[in-house]
């Protein structure tokens, strides 16, 4: 597929990137030859530290001031990589331009939709002001934002994440480019917006006939909508090829890898007199923002009047896109938010009960959280982040043997004991979820709370950890809450599964009845939305 | 606990601490080492410098007053004849012959119309700072005339003598241990009560933290001269006082700090997973709080160092500080200030030490800055 033609409008060869960094040089991207054709849709897809993403910034001449590029880059067949940024700015956000995977940050907030879309398209000397604000409204229309000419005098935070990622492809499209570079532009974004972005790129991209670049790690879009895929690792590209083949025979073991990660198997039942772990009855968690000088307070109900009841070795399934109160409900029934309603664990009344009066009861109750770079204390060896539980609830324990359950509990989570004087900073993503696990299973809980504990990890880790924490369940007879947006997820760890929207129970029952049967509207769209193989399980 | 057979001996393999990381990264900043080299010297200087000069820091050469200072040795070649008259004269002696000689000794021949009197004389020759080990030697006449062999003394003055002819380079050594000692010890009693205050009221957040953040806001409106000279009045003149006055008024920046980092700290998830698992609010503060906030205390109290100091001057050129015949730089440079004109070497030599220690501190702390928060470069 390395044949170029007069069609080639990018034309990526022998890229590499390396970084100079304290600890030596980082090469990040060794060698990688990628050619974009006009009008086809190209993607790149890599774990993360693959090099993708670099790659691109590298090709556009965004990369941090230790980064050292060499190789080519041609646009048109003329070379534009190490162009003195006033040249290469003719060329970058007019013919090639970028939507990044931040659309919540990737707008100025000081300034209205109307000036942030209307300035690149003066710069670019295409447009005086008139002329232009008159295309913002154009482009707001066609990237599908209802209402454009008002919303064109709108700021960033009076609209949602989807609506800011259509502005943001339209600022993109304003100079009619050649080749538009989406790096992960959905992964931000929750199932069914995703769903919409991607429809609505492949729609411009058939109607305005320009190349695109699609950089993901989510082989589900490429498969949706790519024409040519790269299969990037290591900073290499080591398999290319045209999507379908791909997909039905991949070479690479790598690619195959990918290809499986999506998390398989069910859960075993469990006997369905087992005693009832926690049950939540009419759980209500309101949030009060102050309305302001004489105004009365405004009270948004975050969780309203759930009921729910887990069984011991049951895992409840908690699903939703953000902002339904999923996490909230999580806190509120370890009484980590105050909230009304009656939460009953193990028999016991803890509803409303203060610090004091829960914390013989935390060691029971876990909870471990989605980012596994935020929840470890960073000045904390491994080790002293595992047995800072026991400190409270063993305080009889000596050092010698806090050290001993710390070695046992990284061994449970299969990591090398020998690890436990590092601090979490040393480690990938993937090894700070075992240890945020090992943490929790140090206590040994009965109940644990898992915050979308894998949405922040690569498929591949993803799967390994879903794997580990079904084994976990099974050996030590758990519970769990299972909170997460990510359908495939919840499907292989859950007995029963409730859709959130809103704060309200959409639906609710075990996972075969809503995934094989949905019956609300909501769980079919989410269900269509995440675009699961669901023929593979039937 | 069941005995299980784990291998508990496996060598632990030791991780680098984000503390290591910023250690390396503050030994690559030429600026920043070559600045705690600086600060090492003068500390080490200050320190023990003293114990090894030949003059004592309160010390008075009567004879030397505001001499420059020179790597010479005093007295100068032309100034020890004039000197000798002049006590010769007074101990009513005439010379009829003086004479200097090769080994550092003057020898003259002297006559008096009384009887010389040897104790009388070697007292009055001793007791200048020129003059040594006399002798009367040879009493003839009637013990009317003598030879008189006295040795002349000589002695470094580096750094030049101040108004009172004391020793300015001792001055200066000892200056150097009181304004250091003043802005370590205050600086760490404002650093522990910021740091301790800072980080329980922003943990504590709610009305605690609002009773406690008007109290500092109280203590910001007291004027400080006014507080110091209560201190003062209350418990008199004393060194202690020095560091309790300053550091009780540093603190209040500290704590304001430290409460703005605590209350982002602590709706990070691992403070709120400590908070899921039980820990007390005392771990929760000393296990997560505390050590996280510490870059920016330690970039702080870099900056907080000179200040101190500076205070301390400010407050000893009021009268308010450390007293005589103890010193310390303010105190030395407001002096030279003064004494400016004709000599000069009475304020150069105090601000050298000064300034550089400033310079050596800030760039410390620029570089400590750069080394715990490398993403701000």
Not at chain 1, 161 to 172: C, F, H, T
Not at chain 1, 504 to 514: K, L, N, P, T
Not at chain 2, 169 to 192: K, N, P, Y
Not at chain 2, 348 to 362: K, R
Request: overall charge neutral.
């Amino acid at each position: 597929m390395t044949k170029l033609n007069e069609n080639t409008v990018l034309e990526i060869s022998g890229l590499k990137v390396d970084f100079a960094t304290n600890t030596g040089t980082v090469n990040a991207v060794k060698g990688v030859n990628i050619h974009v054709d006009k009008g086809e849709t190209v993607a790149i897809v890599g774990e993360s530290g693959s090099g993708k993403s670099q790659t691109m910034m590298a090709a556009m001449g965004l990369l941090a001031s230790n980064g050292i590029t060499t190789g080519h880059v041609r646009y048109k067949g003329s070379d534009i990589l190490g162009l003195p940024p006033r040249k290469i700015n003719k060329i970058r956000g007019a013919k090639i331009t970028m939507i990044f995977q931040e659309p919540m940050t990737s707008l100025d907030p000081l300034y209205t939709i109307e000036r942030q879309l209307c300035e690149p398209m003066v710069q670019h000397g295409n447009y005086t002001w008139a002329t232009a604000k008159k295309r913002a409204v154009e482009l707001l229309d066609l990237v599908g934002i209802p209402e454009p000419a008002r919303k064109v005098k709108a700021f960033p935070y009076e609209m949602s994440g989807g609506q800011r990622q259509r502005v943001m492809i339209a600022m993109a499209l304003a100079n009619d480019p050649d080749i538009l570079i989406a790096d992960e532009p959905t992964t931000a974004l929750d199932v069914t917006t995703q769903a919409q972005i991607l429809e609505l790129m492949a729609e411009l991209q058939q109607r305005l006939g320009m190349a695109v670049v699609f950089i993901t790690h989510d082989l589900g879009i490429v498969e949706r909508i790519s024409d040519r895929v790269y299969v990037m690792k290591e900073g290499e590209v080591v398999e290319e090829g045209q999507t379908k083949e791909i997909f039905e025979k991949p070479n690479h073991s790598y690619t195959r890898m990918l290809l499986d990660a999506e998390p398989t198997g069910r859960k075993d039942d469990v006997p369905a007199d087992n005693p009832v772990v926690l049950s939540g009855d009419k759980v209500r968690v309101e949030f009060e923002t102050e309305g302001g000088f004489m105004k009365p307070n405004h009270v948004l109900r975050a969780v309203n009047d759930i009921s729910l009841n887990v069984r011991e070795g049951q895992t409840l399934g908690i699903v939703g896109e953000s902002g339904s109160g999923k996490s909230t409900l999580g806190r509120a029934l370890l009484q980590l938010l105050p909230s009304e309603g009656r939460v009953v664990y193990c028999g016991k009344d803890i509803s409303g009960a203060g610090r004091k009066a829960m914390r013989p009861l935390r060691k029971q109750m876990q909870l471990i959280f989605q980012d596994p770079f935020g929840s470890l204390s960073p000045r904390m060896t491994v080790g002293q982040v595992i047995t800072e539980g026991l400190l409270v609830h063993e305080p009889h324990l000596s050092a010698q043997q806090r050290d001993q359950r710390a070695i046992e509990a990284l061994q449970e989570v299969s990591m090398d004991p020998a690890m436990r004087n590092r601090y979490p900073h040393e480690f990938s993503g993937g090894q700070r979820q075992r240890i945020a696990i090992a943490r929790t299973m140090v206590l040994k809980p009965k109940l644990v709370v898992l915050d979308e504990p894998t949405s922040a990890l690569d498929r591949t880790i993803q799967k390994q950890v879903v794997e580990l924490l079904r084994n976990l369940q099974t050996e030590h007879g758990l519970t769990y809450l299972f909170i997460s947006h990510d359908l495939a997820v919840v499907r292989a760890m859950s007995d029963t599964v409730m859709v959130m929207q809103k704060g309200e129970v959409v639906e609710q029952g075990s996972v075969s009845d809503i995934f094989d049967n949905p019956q609300q509207d909501y769980t079919k769209e989410l269900i269509n939305a995440a675009a699961l193989k669901l023929e593979e399980f039937i | 606990m069941s005995d299980t057979s784990l291998d508990t001996a496996t060598p632990a393999k030791l991780g680098r601490s984000l503390w290591d990381d910023a250690r390396d990264r503050l030994l690559a900043n030429k600026a920043a080492v070559t600045s705690i080299i600086v600060l090492a010297v003068i500390a080490v200087l200050s320190i023990f410098g003293p114990m090894f000069l030949p003059h004592q820091y309160d010390t008075v050469y009567r004879d030397y007053t505001k001499v420059p200072a020179s790597l010479e040795a005093y007295p100068r070649q032309d100034q020890v004849e004039p000197a000798f008259n002049k006590i010769a004269k007074r101990a009513r002696l005439s010379i009829e012959s003086y004479k200097m000689r090769e080994d550092g000794f003057v020898e003259a021949q002297v006559t008096s119309k009384r009887k010389i009197k040897e104790r009388n004389a070697k007292r009055h020759f001793d007791r200048s700072d020129l003059f040594a080990d006399t002798m009367v030697q040879g009493l003839t006449d009637g013990g009317k005339s003598a030879t008189i062999v006295s040795r002349i003394n000589y002695m470094h003055f580096y750094f030049g003598t101040d108004a009172n002819g004391r020793d300015l380079l001792s001055r200066t050594l000892i200056a150097g241990r009181v304004s250091l000692t003043i802005g370590l010890l205050a600086t760490i009693v404002a650093i522990s009560i910021g740091v301790i205050y800072g980080a329980t009221s922003g943990y504590l957040g709610g009305r605690v933290d609002l009773v406690m953040m008007r109290v500092v806001d109280i203590l910001y409106s007291l004027p400080f001269i006014f507080f110091v000279i209560m201190l003062v009045v209350f418990f008199g003149r004393n060194f202690v006082l020095m560091f309790i006055a300053v550091g009780a008024v540093e603190w209040l920046d500290m704590a304001r700090i430290v409460r703005g980092q605590t209350l982002s700290i602590k709706r990070q998830e691992y403070v709120q997973a400590a908070e899921a698992m039980g820990i007390t609010d005392r771990g929760i503060l000393k296990r997560h709080i505390i050590p996280n906030t510490l870059g920016p205390v330690v970039v702080y109290m870099t900056l907080l160092v000179p200040k101190v100091i500076l205070l301390e001057s400010f407050l000893s050129f009021l009268g308010l500080g450390v007293q005589e015949p103890m010193t310390s730089w303010g105190v030395l440079i407001s002096e030279g200030a003064r004494n400016l004109e004709g000599a000069s070497w009475l304020l150069i030599f105090p601000s050298i030490f000064l300034t550089s220690t400033l310079f050596a501190l800030n760039f410390i702390g620029d570089g400590l800055r750069d080394a715990l928060d490398p993403k701000d470069r």
